[in-house]
């Protein structure tokens, strides 16, 4: 009686257990956690400048982040954020840094409540992302709000770099690129805040793009100067705008490149997804 009573409930489980979803057998199995989501993401490029990085309005100026993208795989996604005029505290605090001009020599500022751009950053980075920042053209303005001086300028790029580091992503900081300016039949430079962009790297651990070496060096290569200053024309007229400073699309397209070369040559871990 005892063995037909254990025949009659083995019968009865097994249809139990063939119906059983194989998440009752394996726990967890087929349930993908928030960890390996966040990895299977692409990593996003934050991309934090002025006008020369900024996306395009009209057909100029093209900054060279717009050209940035094109040049990866999909598992990476720049978020281009540069917007034109912006010094590198307009840019984090819009609409908080007033027309005044402190006694320390800087813009006050009525609030530190991050900008709509710098709150998008803020809210999005994750683990593994990029965040490229690159000001030092509009900070050189002698008055507010625009105006930054070099020991602010330094502590405002080392504060966004340690931001990121905080979020186990990777800053990288670039000097401004270079406008186009002949002596002679060399181009040669002319951006300011080279030095407190390399301190906040080097305070930070994070790497530094000399761009502004890079396209001055690139300029010559390919005999930018001299020229008769006609930005219309020739191929000084496809890599500006007609100033010496904005890009046309070519020309963005070519300032992109020396970036993700720098990547490479500087053995920067994004390259490894450059196609």
């Given at each position: 009686m005892r063995s037909f009573r254990l025949l009659i409930a083995t019968a009865l489980a097994v249809p139990l257990l063939l119906a059983a979803p194989a998440s009752a057998e394996l726990p967890g199995c087929g349930i993908r956690s928030a960890a390996a989501a966040a990895a299977a993401a692409p990593t996003t490029v934050w991309l934090a400048?002025?006008?020369?990085?900024?996306?395009?309005?009209?057909?100029?100026?093209?900054?060279?982040?717009?050209?940035?993208?094109?040049?990866?795989?999909?598992?990476?996604v720049v978020d281009n954020l540069a917007l034109g005029g912006r010094s590198i505290q307009t840019w984090l605090y819009e609409g908080n840094v007033t027309s005044t001009i402190g006694a320390d020599g800087e813009c006050v500022l009525s609030s530190t409540t991050a900008s709509a751009r710098w709150q998008r950053v803020l809210d999005g980075?994750?683990?593994?992302?990029?965040?490229?920042?690159?000001?030092?053209?509009?900070?050189?303005?002698?008055?507010?709000?625009?105006?930054?001086?070099?020991?602010?300028?330094?502590?405002?790029?080392?504060?966004?770099?340690?931001?990121?580091?905080?979020?186990?992503?990777?800053?990288?900081?670039?000097?401004?690129?270079?406008?186009?300016?002949?002596?002679?039949?060399?181009?040669?430079?002319?951006?300011?805040?080279?030095?407190?962009?390399?301190?906040?790297?080097?305070?930070?651990?994070?790497?530094?793009?000399?761009?502004?070496?890079?396209?001055?060096?690139?300029?010559?290569?390919?005999?930018?100067?001299?020229?008769?200053?006609?930005?219309?024309a020739g191929l000084v007229g496809r890599y500006f705008c007609n100033d010496h400073t904005h890009f046309e699309a070519y020309g963005a397209q070519r300032i992109a490149g020396l970036v993700a070369g720098a990547l490479r040559t500087q053995n920067i871990p994004l390259a490894t997804y450059l196609l």
């Open positions: 400048g002025d006008s020369t990085m900024a996306n395009p309005s009209a057909t100029c100026p093209v900054g060279w982040g717009a050209s940035f993208d094109p040049l990866f795989t999909g598992d990476v980075m994750k683990a593994g992302d990029y965040l490229f920042i690159q000001f030092g053209i509009n900070d050189g303005s002698t008055t507010c709000p625009r105006h930054v001086g070099v020991a602010r300028y330094q502590q405002l790029m080392t504060m966004m770099a340690r931001t990121a580091l905080a979020r186990g992503a990777h800053p990288v900081l670039l000097t401004a690129v270079a406008a186009i300016t002949c002596s002679g039949g060399t181009a040669v430079k002319n951006r300011g805040f080279v030095t407190p962009a390399q301190a906040a790297a080097a305070a930070t651990g994070a790497p530094l793009i000399d761009l502004q070496t890079l396209s001055v060096n690139h300029y010559n290569a390919v005999r930018l100067c001299p020229n008769n200053g006609d930005y219309t």
